[in-house]
């Protein structure tokens, strides 16, 4: 009898496959609603722009792929015959589904050990790429199938490739043959020739893998796997394959794309264009997003203020004229890569971002962001975390710790920085930054996972703050884990904005060519410490400049603070230097590096040329004082003021049993933090209360003259006389806005703000929209008088129009509009 295994059996995988792909035909024809399919290359494409904080032009947005789309008849017939014999060799013949391919994919992957081929066609490639995402899901990989097939049936063969080809991404930022072309051979798709567009077709499959920069053994393997596939499918003779083998890769030095034109803040604005592509808010893929991005026609308002822009990079080049080394390790003639991020406290606002030298220069690192990615070690300048840790468990600057030269724990024997005796005050410590004092914290006192915490709650991605197997080490307190620059301005902007944490802002507004409105940033903030604990973190770190490790580098003659930070190598060079600091005004971080340091085990020590021993209070406390006394060159000095302590409760005096005496007038302290300040200053009087009322030099997100602050807290038992005190936004109180909001609303935040209300019931005038710019309803407000912002009226009464509700009368006709209304429709 015959052996069962000599038997010939379908494979399982192509049974599994066939039935998914009958499933799908018949969820394709059976539908009752045609999908729309969306084409992600209008030809009608307009051109987006990105601007400053000012409304400067920075530059018009190109895709960093740098896409174009172009017409099929422009590609070279031996890139299109490349694509389709490496990527669907059937694709002129399936319907958009091709089980046989499939099948043929899983057996030589089985056989090969590796995956080799691939078993979805072109089509399906363009669907999941442009239309559908990565979703990996079987209802998803249904769709993907029908949505092919009704392309097929929508459109021609040449269409569908024509769109794969200009939307399939060929790695290092090529999205389309146009830019892919461009970027490796530094041409156009109507000039490659056969053994570029190998390579090319070749990459698709693993953009990594095949990248021809960073593998070029693998590159070559793989075009000539191409080449050898064009053969087999007759589009190439067998000596012109040979031929073409035989030739080398030919690409151009990466980062040399011709033509490029510069602009100013290049990371920055290759940080926006990543921030926006990885948004779902802007579409459901990538792809969607691109298309939005490069030719929407947005116009993208962002943080950055190019004046600050330049005063960054001019304090870098100022102290690193020559950054960027190449070559011998031992080479002193290059000086450090440098990294500056500066962030308004108050709003999380990005005003400059240094990433590196030049972003269009020449080398394959130039457009490498060092302000953000992976990040370096931090060292000593995290110990403000764990400062700010260590106050909010309680412990005071006067606190005394271990400070010994060098101490262990655990087999972790930690030397270096300050040794300050035996025992030195924490407020010592941090000036001064002894590493054992820190250490004995970290490791006897605190722990470190609240040391993570807390840097997690300043907004430090925790999957950089730990170990493989997801511990952390009390190392972490010393700066051994790598963090950002611009998570280390966004930390050290939360002290300064008295413990309130707004996390970083790139973009605030971004609208159409029409004015209408895509996206709009909406103010966010939580509190990570309490007011006095982020002013006591303020009053330590300004120690590091007025005594201790910034003394002779980092002070700018006004109220500031920071901390310096070295990462020292195991053979005693430093690797990492660190500056950061703050004012009430803006946050600042500056890391000085080798962006290449990875090449060698232990990193590439810092030993610039005329610069000595790189230390964080040396050279980036000096890049960090000169940039910082330019930016604020015209902002007045702020202190950082001590919160409003809160009073004790009253001690009602003991009277003995039948003791004639009078009991004292006790009042509740009222809630008025909200209320404007002439009404507050007038219940609080009422009260017999004695106010002392403070405004405050800034505050832009409460309005103008409202109290914003208290104490003591509403509810506190009192006496009369008792002394208690306001914190108000600057300027006069102005009348709030009240329309589109109900009678109710309007009714509350007036009376709210100490201000009264008349009613008048009126119809609205026809087309009246309200601020969300639909038609105003019954109930609703339509006009005020006085208008918003301005000056309360002498009687403290506010005038409102509200649309009569059903049932209730109204006027007859609708009258004219006074002066403040909603916006009529156009």
């Known amino acids: 009898m015959r052996a069962r295994q000599n038997r010939r059996v379908t494979p399982r995988p192509l049974l599994i496959i066939t039935a998914l792909v009958v499933v799908a035909g018949a969820l394709a024809s059976c539908t009752t609603e045609k999908r729309a399919l969306p084409i992600p290359l209008p030809d009608t494409a307009e051109t987006s722009s990105i601007y400053d904080t000012n409304g400067t032009q920075i530059t018009k947005l190109q895709a960093e792929q740098n896409r174009i789309s172009v017409p099929l008849k422009q590609v070279p017939a ?102 892919a072309a461009n970027t490796y051979f530094g041409v156009s798709s109507n000039e490659l020739n056969l053994t570029q567009a190998a390579m090319l077709a070749g990459i698709v499959q693993s953009p990594s893998l095949h990248d021809p920069y960073k593998h070029a053994k693998n590159a070559k393997q793989r075009r000539d796997t191409v080449l050898r596939a064009m053969l087999d499918e007759g589009y190439i003779s067998p000596t012109t394959a040979k031929q073409a083998e035989a030739a080398a890769l030919g690409v151009i030095p990466k980062g040399q794309r011709p033509g490029e034109a510069a602009y100013p803040a290049g990371h920055f604005v290759s940080e926006v264009r990543e921030w926006f592509l990885d948004n779902p808010e802007f579409g459901t893929t990538r792809a969607e997003r691109a298309e939005l991005l490069y030719g929407g026609g947005l116009r993208i308002y962002t943080t950055i203020d190019l004046n600050t822009q330049a005063q960054a990079e001019a304090a870098v080049a100022g102290h690193l004229p020559n950054p960027g080394f190449e070559g011998d390790p031992n080479d002193s003639s290059h000086d450090p890569d440098a990294a500056l991020v500066t962030v308004e406290p108050r709003t999380g606002f990005v005003r400059a971002m240094v990433g590196g030298k030049d972003y269009f220069g020449p080398t394959e690192y130039a457009k490498v ?191 500031e603070a920071g901390k310096t930070g070295t990462v020292e190598l195991k053979n005693g060079a430093n690797s990492d230097a660190w500056f950061v600091g703050y004012t009430p005004d803006l946050a600042t971080a500056v890391w ?114 409202e109290v914003v602050n208290q104490s003591p807290r509403p509810g506190r038992a009192l006496t009369k006389g008792a002394d208690v005190s306001i914190e108000t936004a600057p300027g006069a109180q102005t009348v709030p806005s009240l329309l589109g909001l109900s009678d109710t609303e309007a009714k509350s935040k007036l009376k709210r703000a100490g201000l009264e209300v008349k009613q008048v019931p009126a119809a609205a005038p026809t087309g009246t929209v309200g601020p969300d710019g639909a038609p105003v309803g019954p109930g609703t407000v339509w006009s005020q008088t006085p208008g918003p912002g301005d000056a309360p009226p002498k009687n403290k009464r506010v005038e409102i129009r509200v649309v009569p509700q059903p049932g209730k009368a109204s006027p007859t006709s609708a009258p004219k509009a006074p002066a403040t209304t909603a916006p009529t429709g156009g």
């Not at 995956?115 to 979805?120: A, D, P």
């Not at 991605?461 to 790598?482: C, F, H, M, P």
């Not at 007045?636 to 009253?650: D, E, G, L, N, S």
């Open 592 to 705: 000085v590096g080798y962006s290449q340091s990875t090449k060698a085990p232990d990193g590439r020590p810092l030993r610039p040329k005329d610069l000595g021993s790189v230390q964080g209070g040396k050279v980036p406390a000096q890049i960090w004082a000169s940039f910082m006394t330019q930016a604020l060159v015209f902002t007045p000095p702020t202190p950082f003021t001590k919160p409003i302590p809160q009073q004790p409760a009253p001690t009602i005096p003991e009277v003995r049993r039948f003791e004639p005496v009078e009991p004292p007038d006790i009042v509740q302290m009222p809630d008025i933090v909200g209320r404007g300040r002439d009404d507050a200053l007038a219940r609080l009087e009422e009260l017999g209360l004695k106010v002392t009322s403070r405004e405050l030099e800034e505050d832009p997100r409460n309005e103008p003259g």
């Open 369 to 559: 962001n060092l302000a953000v990615g992976g990040g370096r070690p931090t060292g000593s300048s995290f110990k403000g975390i764990t400062l700010a840790t260590a106050l909010q468990q309680g412990i005071t600057a006067d606190d005394r710790f271990p400070s010994p030269g060098q101490a262990c724990f655990s087999g972790w024997c930690p030397s270096g920085g300050a040794g300050l005796g035996g025992s030195a005050r924490l407020e010592d410590c941090a000036a001064f930054s002894s590493n054992t004092c820190f250490a004995y914290l970290a490791s006897k006192v605190l722990g470190p996972q609240k040391i993570r915490t807390m840097a997690y709650d300043l907004g430090i991605s925790q999957d950089k703050l730990k170990e493989r197997d997801g511990s952390v080490n009390a190392t972490i307190t010393l700066g051994t884990y790598n963090t950002t620059v611009l998570e280390m301005a966004s930390a050290y902007s939360t002290f300064a904005n008295r413990g309130i944490r707004v996390d970083p802002v790139l973009v605030t507004r971004i609208t159409k060519a029409d004015g209408s409105v895509v996206f709009q940033n909406q103010h966010r903030q939580r509190k990570v410490l309490e007011p006095e604990l982020a002013f006591e973190v303020s009053r330590i770190l300004t120690g590091v400049i007025t005594k201790g490790t910034g003394k002779n580098n980092a002070n700018i003659g006004r109220p």
């Open 78 to 179: 031996s890139m299109q015959n490349a694509i389709v014999s490496i990527e669907d060799r059937r694709f002129w013949e399936h319907n958009g589904v091709d089980p046989r391919a499939i099948a043929r994919a899983v057996k030589e992957n089985n056989e090969s050990g590796q995956v080799s081929q691939g078993g979805s066609t072109i089509t399906q490639q363009y669907v999941k790429n442009a239309l559908l995402g990565d979703d990996e899901t079987l209802s998803r990989k249904l769709e993907e199938a029908a949505l092919s097939m009704e392309i097929e049936r929508t459109y021609s063969k040449e269409r569908i490739l024509e769109l794969y080809l200009n939307t399939v991404y060929f790695g290092n930022g090529a999205s389309g043959i146009e830019a």
